[in-house]
């Protein structure tokens, strides 16, 4: 909910919980612990266009539980519309007001005040979590690191001026010297009360906190300070999907008959999740679908392809999709015909579409490829592809006082390798080519190579 405008000198509405709790005593503790509070680790999803905090504590006294909280703090209304506090742990909630209350400033107070930009009027939140179920297993706050009770979330809205960069301050509502509670008249700020020994069921805390993307300046009067970005996160919510594929380890003397094992990864290099994702394997002349999880199909230069789909109903993907950062691997195993001739086949592997959690396909937003069904109109620059060579050599035929040996070379594109299998010659081959090369039966040096898949000669 939202209310209308208020007057600079407007008497604030002040959580219950706060009246509960200012001036009890401790029984637990001999002073009352110091507690630090923040906003931290921002993420904005794309699906939801939700925009999220966490809201974490500190403690500088070990065993030391929070009991409620007095959560208060401005925004820029600009760019932002509070959603609510949510993901509490266990055995905290929202109490009274609930939901927040939310007042809005008069233009330019914000910019008077805080240093956000004209026109200079924000939101101001006045709500309240408590421990609601003391059921649950303590949560004692860290002394060095920090823990997360809950989050708050917003939408975000409005013409931003740096969607690659969004920075937005959020000034929790206590002042710089924390005596002097929060920025508006009558108002004590942020209040945080602490889980006391029977039959108190709170104590008080001494409050501390650090601002998100905002620093304190000044003597405790106007401006309190200005926007100082830390943290950003993009909202461009690009959609990047990557492919690698590789041959399992174990597998280097394949012959004709084997089965053959590929490992495709497929990484999450973009922001936006993936609900389903659809690859295809193009397979070479020689070599057959063996593997009852894909299905056969007939995409692709060669004529024969497989097809899977990964989704998060078919368990393929994890249950909350496939996340940014986040990768899946799938195994393929095809068959090596028997009659296959000698020499160096590449296997590919693509993505031929992606569904967000919306069902929405973003096959085509994706930054650097195109998912499709085509093995011809692949670039190197894409990476929703990927390739992987197989080589394979016949028994070598003896032919007189000759016989060929074979040897395969893999190397990056552009570059040479060079074979020495002779004292006084040497011979240079383009990568991913079958190498063969005349060797005297008699163990004397070889007097020639030939760059050819098979041959056979004889003096």
Known sequence: MKTTHYPTGARLLVVALTLWLIGLPSGAFSQAPLITTRLANPVYDCISDQYCLDVEFQSNTENVQVFGMNVRFFYDDTFMELIGFSDFQPGYGPVMPDPPMIMTTLPPSATTNFGFPLPGI??????????????????????????????????????????????????????????????????????????????????????????????YSGPGTAPFGAPEPTQCVSLLCLADFALLKTLNAGQDNLNPGDNVTFTIDVTNEGDITADELHLVDYIPVGFSLNDADWTAGILGSTGQSASIILSTTNGGLPPGGLLSGGNVTIEITLQISPDIPSGVYENFAEITAVFDPGGNDISNDDVDSTPDEDDTNDLDPEDDHDGELICLLLPPPITGDLFVAGGCGFCEPEEWITERGYEDDKGCIKCGLNLGFVIPLDGSPAPYMVPEPQFSCSL
Do not use: H, R
């Open 122 to 215: 924000a939101d101001f939140v006045n709500g309240a979590i408590q421990l609601v179920d003391e059921s649950q297993p303590p949560i004692f706050i860290d002394l060095v690191g920090w823990t997360k009770l809950f989050q708050v979330c917003f939408t975000v809205e409005g013409t931003l001026p740096d969607s690659a960069n969004f920075c937005p301050p959020v000034v929790l509502d206590l002042e710089a010297n924390p005596a002097n509670g929060g920025y508006l008249p009558g108002d004590d700020g942020v209040v945080i009360t602490i889980v006391d020994v029977p039959p108190a069921m709170s104590g008080p805390s001494t409050e501390n906190v650090e601002q998100f993307n905002w620093a």
